[in-house]
């Protein structure tokens, strides 16, 4: 049985760029960290892995998701779950728009322009 690939999204965003959001930011994504509702929100919209990488102040995140995950229907849930909501505003004190990001923008997306498996 075939199984379906997992669909690929990669994301910026910027930290305050001052040491005790950086830690701060680290502290609630430890293990553990993120309010069980959270994860259940992530997993219930079928996202397979989050993985966020940090470089100084710059984040990327990579996100694998199957194939019933659907952003918008994703985000319309969210707003209406208030643990969500209380994450993302607790958060977005730690966060800042990157400069080309759209008002209310948070993770912008980024554009994949390589592959190695594309390669002859």
Known sequence: ??????????????????????????????PGGPPAAVTRALRAADIREIEIWLCGSRMFMLLEAGPHYDPAAKAARDAQDPDVVAWERLMWQLQQPLPAAAPGEKWVPAERIYALSEQP
């Open 1 to 30: 049985m075939a199984t379906t690939p997992l669909r690929r999204f990669c994301f910026t965003l910027d930290l305050k760029d001052d040491p005790e959001s950086i830690e701060r930011y680290r502290w609630w994504h430890r």
